[in-house]
């Protein structure tokens, strides 16, 4: 596609819900990344994935987060037991290689509030 | 790891002033630092970038200098337009050799141009 897409945009759950987030990378982008943007605060990085493998997901605030991307393209952010501190807005992007810094693309992120 | 501190947190100017966003870093092995732009509801675009090698970087309106002893860089935006107003980032990262793209923030700049 033309840009990195991410849905849902935005996503209401109860706490104590399990919560999926999907980000469809820019055709052909090998890295992908995926932060998290809390309200007023700079995006802060969850994993990075080159390819299939998660390269470095030491971002993870803990065991409830776990990340995907099975085939090399598209990735899911899996959430269990959400809390309301996991309100936030979760930024994909991607770029060519793990190197092409200027090629970073992000997505509109997905807004996830937990009641 | 990193640290991004920015300054001011919001910063509001007449149309046609400049404004000047500025961030230090605590790593000095990041070699690479860009700036990004964000609007209402979308993620963060790439509007200007620096490397460790290089003191000052201009692309029409926008500036950015890096002083590496001191481990500081600034984005200068003159003359000002009311399009201008978002929320500014800056960046940190490692570039090159088996390095990838997982960048640090600062904690973001409001900045508002008046009419």
């Known amino acids: ?115 | 790891g990193e640290n991004v501190e920015q300054h001011p947190s919001t910063l509001s100017v007449q149309e046609g002033d400049s404004a000047v966003i500025k961030c230090t870093y605590s790593d000095s092995a990041s070699n690479y630092f860009p700036w990004y732009k964000q609007e209402l509801g979308k993620g963060p675009q790439l509007i200007i970038d620096i490397r460790s090698n290089v003191g000052e970087k201009k692309d029409q309106r926008i500036a950015v200098t890096l002083n590496k002893t001191a481990k500081h860089f600034s984005l200068h935006i003159t003359e000002t337009q009311p399009e201008d107003s978002a929320v500014y980032f800056c960046a940190a990262s490692k570039r090159g050799g088996t390095s990838y793209g997982k960048l640090t923030f600062g904690q973001g700049t409001i900045l508002t141009v008046h009419p």
Do not use: M
């Open chain 1, 1 to 115: 596609g033309a840009g990195v897409s991410q849905t849902p945009s935005n996503k209401v759950t109860e706490k104590g819900k399990y919560v999926e987030l999907r980000c469809d990378p820019i055709s052909g982008h090998t890295a992908l990344y995926w932060y998290r943007q809390s309200l007023g605060q700079g995006p802060e990085f969850l994993i990075y994935f080159q390819g299939t493998g998660a390269a470095d997901d030491s971002g993870l605030p803990n065991d409830r987060f776990f990340a995907v991307r099975p085939e090399g393209s598209v990735s899911t952010l899996k959430i269990q037991r959400t809390e309301r501190g996991d309100s936030a807005v979760y930024l994909c992007a991607s770029s060519l290689t793990g190197g092409d810094l200027r090629g970073y693309t992000f997505g509109s992120g997905t807004r996830l509030t937990v009641v």
